[in-house]
């Protein structure tokens, strides 16, 4: 019994199938009947038994698309175009057998052999046929193999390898062969031009550039670029400079048939003598007039000749092939050269065509487009690292009673630059100002924002302001900057003598408190407006901070992400420090750096969606030994009094080696605030690290150190305090000013 036998027919795209009516409906897939053509297929004889049907060529007329109805014949997949691999990249042979063959006796003649494409593939992975006997048995064919499988028999012998169609000759093993069509071209400039604008840096430009053309189009490229290349619209000054920025090749193992250069020695690769580092172009030169003519030429027409000694240098010109084998490209963007790409083929490989200068025109384009692109990228990127480096404090400042550590994570590497900010600022008294907010955003914009809050929070605690009025000039600044600049804000002081802390928060998370014996708390703290608001009272509340606790101020960033709201994660980051201090026993607080590395680890992979920015504070006081206070009436003899004081507290802390230094100084600046104060002035010794003495009257007007004329009998106290002292200063506050000055400890 007959049976009909249903195959799988590709359709082709190269052209109307032949006899075919324009104007039917079924366009290609109509074709004049005739009488069919074998392609692995052995048909029931028509002559007698043992005959052999001659084989059909690829343009046969006699071909059916679909099986008519009562044919005893089958059919026959015409001959298509091969499927595109991965990302479109043509399919290149890999040196095996050609499939397909009819018979080992019966070479192939004219056409492409039955179930193999041009591109040296199965055309579908199966081919349809039936043995000789008539069984009617489908054979599976792999792509690349030789015949269908149970093909092989008594009397058959392999096929020999497939002759290149250009050059009749047979393709070598593991060699790329060119590109044989159009569509070809076309599959290959697509998946290039993908591959090369998947990149987003330089690198990975240039890197996608090599990996797409090597060994697809070429066997070796050369990438130079302008040294230094020039960013958006400048105009670039000094001569042309092109530097080798990247070079690839097939790899030595799969190239046995010669280099590029005649080198004997296989170390360093025949690749690296072809370029040299770096070549300035000459204005007039032949190099210069190949790259303002913009598009690929020959290396072997004379103006691309003349021009090769100049970009490889002169001894390195005779390792390229002779002729058509390697194609300049000019790499052109903004309107101006920004490289050039050597393109190389092999002796071994068809030299170039006329059609590959468009596909090598279309590489460069594309490349130079790219290039361009994330230079400007990569500028704005350091724009936005300096932005932000310079709007946060460079170093840390050392305060006396007080240890710090802070930690800065942008949202993301493609946004790194933000609204949050954190501040340390010294005050007067040895106390110190601890800042942190955060602007809404991340855009420049928000930084900038950033920048002149964080200026004016500096100015407002150079005042010696209380942190609520410091809160309120900050919310009546953001309003003057727009209408919808909006941030939050909290601004601490802590008083190292005192061992308290004063607070006021503007819409920020609470503080977080970690005890000495390793217990963590969240600090109330009046939750107030945000700064931006306008109209709203801020509200500051004194604390204890007893010496060994730790402080952590953040930003929303660490406690809120889309996974967690704000009051999980604080709570969350309370048990991770209580956790963290059980590490180091209850009498010794957790190292701070470690602290702050232990606290961002508590973020998981999709837990950070802002920025990130940490203040922690370790409060080590001042001990009220260490501290020695008193209060002088402005007279004449306030001076006098002050030395003896000063003499008899050096004495008790076994300071003596200071007492005639300490005694001249004292001297000095008590007798300039006596002089012009109408209430009492205060005198403050603290010794910590170095011996601190504070001097504080009424009087806001600040001094200034001058030079003294002979003929003038005062002028020359604040010149004896800045020729001795370590350090000095003089610091406005609400009440009036105090002029310290600092003394090493012997």
Known sequence: ??????????????????????????????R???????????????????????????????????????????????????????????????????????????????????GVTSGGAAADGVSAGTSSTGGGQAGLVRPGSGAPAGAAGPGRRAAPPEPDRRTGQPTAPGRPTPMRRDGDRLRFVGAATRRIARGMDLDEIVMGLCRATVPTFADAILVYLREPLPVGDERPTGPLVLRLRRTDRIPAERDTEGGFTPAPQPEPSELETVGAELCEVRPGSALAEVLRGVRPVFTDTPAARAA??????????????????????????????????????????????ADDLLVAAQLATHSALGIDKAVLYGREA???????????????????????????????????????????????????????????????????????????????????????????????????????RMATCLY???????????????????????????????????????????????????????????LLLYTDGLVESRLRDVWTGIEQLRERLAATAQLTGPDHPPPLEALCDEVLDMLGPGDRDDDIALLAARFDGIAPSDVAYWFLEPEDAAPGKARRLARRALARWGMEDLTDAVELLVSEVVTNA?????????????????????????????????????????????????????????????????????LNRG
């Open 1 to 30: 019994m007959d049976s009909t036998r249903v195959t799988e027919h590709p359709t082709s795209f190269d052209r109307p199938s032949t006899g075919a009516d324009p104007t039917d409906p079924r366009g290609a897939l109509l």
């Open 32 to 114: 004049t009947p005739g009488p069919p053509r074998a392609s692995g297929t052995a048909l029931p004889a028509q002559g007698g038994a043992g005959q052999t049907p001659p084989a059909a060529g690829e343009d046969s007329p006699g071909a059916f698309e679909h099986s008519q109805p009562g044919a005893e014949q089958a059919a026959e997949p015409d001959t298509h175009r091969p499927r595109p691999t991965s990302e479109g990249v043509p399919v290149q042979p890999d040196g095996g057998q050609p499939g397909g063959a009819p018979s080992g006796d019966t070479p192939p003649t004219g056409g492409v052999p039955g």
């Open 308 to 353: 090769l000694p100049e970009l490889l240098g002169e001894e390195r010109d005779f390792a390229l092939p002779d002729g058509r084998r390697a194609i300049l490209a000019p790499l052109r963007g903004r309107r101006r050269v920004i490289g050039a790409a050597l393109f190389l083929r092999g002796p071994e490989r068809i030299a170039f065509e």
């Open 382 to 484: 350091y724009i936005a690292d300096e932005l932000q480096r310079t709007m946060l404090p460079e170093n840390l400042p050392r305060c006396t009673g007080v240890r710090l550590a802070s930690r800065y994570l942008p949202a993301a590497e493609t946004a790194r630059v933000g609204g949050d900010w954190y501040d340390a600022i010294p005050l007067p008294g040895s106390r110190v100002a601890l800042v942190v907010g955060d602007v809404m955003g991340h855009s420049m914009t928000s930084a900038a924002i950033m920048g002149q809050l964080r200026t004016t929070a500096q100015t407002l605690a150079g005042l010696d302001l209380p942190p609520q009025e410091v809160l309120h000039h900050l919310d009546e600044q953001a309003q003057r900057l727009g209408t919808d």
């Open 492 to 550: 601490a002081v802590y008083d190292p003598v005192a061992h308290r802390i004063t607070v006021a928060n503007a819409g920020h998370p609470p503080p977080v408190l970690l005890h000495l014996g390793g217990h963590a708390e969240v600090l109330r703290v009046p939750a107030g407006a945000p700064i931006g608001v306008g109209g709203v009272d801020f509200e500051a509340v004194e604390l204890d901070a007893p010496a060994g606790a730790t």
């Open 674 to 742: 006596v002089r012009y104060a109408s209430k009492p002035v205060t005198l403050r010794l603290l010794r910590t690290d170095v011996l601190r003495c504070e001097v504080g009257d009424d009087v806001p007007q600040l001094p200034r150190l001058r030079q003294a004329r002979a003929t003038d009998e005062g002028g020359r106290g604040l010149y004896l305090v800045n020729r001795l002292a370590r350090r000095w200063g003089a610091t406005r506050l609400s009440t009036g000013k105090v002029v310290w000055f600092e």
